[in-house]
């Protein structure tokens, strides 16, 4: 994978995650309750395991001889 197109892959998860709603603010935060709150936070932790798991291979395509 060439270096733009994995700049190019990194930008579009990052607005994949901000479309899907996950950012959130102090305020909104304030305003949830548990569940809520709870949601977001696995939404959250399922797109950093996707992002972990594109950096890994990534970094393996980057360093392989």
């Not at 709603?21 to 950093?48: F, W």
């Amino acid at each position: 994978m060439k270096s733009t197109e994995l700049k190019n892959q990194i930008v579009s998860e990052m607005r994949e995650s901000r479309k899907h709603g996950v950012m959130a603010s102090l305020e909104d935060v304030d305003q949830m309750n548990n569940r809520e709150l709870c949601i977001r936070m696995l939404k959250s932790l399922a797109i950093l395991a996707g992002r972990l798991d594109f950096l890994s291979a990534s970094m393996r395509l980057a360093f392989e001889p």
